[in-house]
């Protein structure tokens, strides 16, 4: 089982922008699709944006209807990243951020097809 480990959250104003990082610390998922999950507290966990297996950079990526245009999803195999730049935050991006890697070979947005999850980071966006 692999290790992925996120980073970069914090507490931002809104309007801001921020980048969180996920590693692959194992080398265990280059030929794994890649996501960003969020969990707000009292919500299910929902799907931000991903890239698919066979894609570096931002290329192929896949959003949310809420993160499509604000945030950018970028994946780089040589140095085992995920990242995702977000930009003009809002308070309701307040969340728990979460990466995760699925086996599938398809754009999947369920939680439940992604297998390997990190231990998440948290994002505060205040007014």
């Known amino acids: 089982q692999g290790l992925l480990v996120e980073s970069g959250g914090g507490l931002v104003q809104a309007g801001d922008s921020l980048n969180l990082s996920c590693t692959d610390a194992?080398?265990?998922?280059?030929?794994?699709?890649m996501a960003w999950f969020r969990q707000a507290p009292g919500k299910e966990r929902e799907f931000v944006g991903g890239?698919?297996?066979?894609?570096?950079?931002?290329?192929?990526?896949f959003y949310s209807s809420s993160a499509q245009g604000r945030f950018t999803v970028s994946r780089d195999k040589a140095s085992n990243t995920l990242s995702l730049q977000m930009t003009n935050l809002k308070p309701e991006d307040t969340a728990v951020y979460y990466c995760a890697a699925t086996n599938s070979r398809i754009h999947r947005t369920e939680a439940s097809v992604y297998l390997d999850w990190g231990q998440g980071t948290q994002v505060t966006v205040s007014p």
């Open positions: 890239v698919p297996w066979n894609r570096s950079g931002a290329s192929g990526a």
């Open positions: 194992q080398r265990t998922f280059q030929l794994n699709g």
